[in-house]
């Protein structure tokens, strides 16, 4: 016999969360009390670690947050195709895909790495496996439903800066690509209404692995490009992931969320016009 519905775990899935985002993501939502399944390409250590901070969270009722871990390549429709099988036959349903999975183009080997490479892996891992992924997952969302009655979500990652464009390589492919992310948001938000939503999450400058490791350059840049004056942290994303994932959101959908503390455009001399004058701004009459 069947428990009733409202004893039905919320079950979360987290692609990439083996570090960064997608590793504070998986650890927001399973605070809140979803079961969830953790996802990385290769780095079962990671994804090793993550799993033992959510238990070491749960304290003494483990049972409360169960974990899974899996490994796959989103850049593989065999894979993809795996995946997709096996996370939904763990409860049957899942009320909430976190697409995090991303090609590490900015540290480590990758760095040296040629224009034309870099741009091949954010292709193939950032948009085409978001694509991918997310219509097999949409596919069955809709097939199976879930026993709540909140309305099972999709939630990709894009970049705040992918619609205005930014100078340099890393503007040159990221661009590009994460706006690609946010219009097939809004795409397929619109091809799965009202039975799923689907929402994009852009972060600004995060200070993920990369972040702590650049340069003193960089990191002013970083701190000074929000207008909240520091760097975002992933728990920054996170916190807004679980917000729209876990019950206080149901009315947010097709919508690009950017979590940036306010960017003030990369720009000092937005602030000049300020900085010179006699007053504070808010005394000016």
């Excluded at 490791?213 to 960089?218: A, C, K, L, M």
């Amino acid at each position: 016999m069947k428990p009733p519905t409202d004893q039905l775990p919320f079950v979360a899935v987290v692609t990439g969360s083996s570090s960064g985002i997608g590793q504070a993501v998986a650890l927001e939502l399973a605070s809140r009390g979803a079961h969830v399944l953790l996802h990385a390409r290769t780095n079962l250590e990671g994804l090793m670690r993550t799993a033992k901070e959510i238990r070491q969270q749960a304290g003494d009722q483990p049972d409360h947050c169960p974990v899974r871990c899996m490994l796959a390549d989103v850049r593989s429709v065999v894979a993809i195709d795996s995946m997709v099988r096996a996370v939904f036959a763990w409860h049957g349903y899942v009320n909430v895909w976190v697409h995090a999975a991303g090609a590490d183009v900015l540290t480590g080997q990758a760095v040296s790495q040629s224009f034309e490479k870099k741009l091949e892996q954010l292709w193939e891992t950032d948009l085409r496996g978001t694509l991918l992924t997310s219509r097999r997952v949409a596919q069955q969302m809709l097939a199976r439903g879930v026993p709540h009655t909140t309305l099972p979500s999709i939630v990709l990652m894009g970049w705040d800066q992918a619609e205005h464009g930014m100078e340099g390589d890393s503007g040159q492919y990221f661009c590009p690509i994460k706006a690609a992310v946010a219009a097939f948001s809004n795409s397929l938000a619109k091809s799965l209404a009202p039975h799923v939503r689907v929402n994009c999450i852009a972060p600004g400058w995060i200070q993920t692995e990369w972040g702590m490791e650049t340069s003193d350059p960089w990191s002013s840049r970083a701190q000074r490009e929000a207008l909240l004056n520091r760097w975002g942290n992933p728990k920054d994303v996170a916190r807004i992931v679980a917000a729209i994932s876990m019950g206080d959101g149901e009315f947010v959908n097709a919508q690009t969320i950017a979590v940036n503390g306010g960017w003030c455009g990369g720009a000092d001399h937005v602030r000049s016009r300020m900085s010179h004058e006699p007053r504070p701004f808010w005394d000016w009459r």
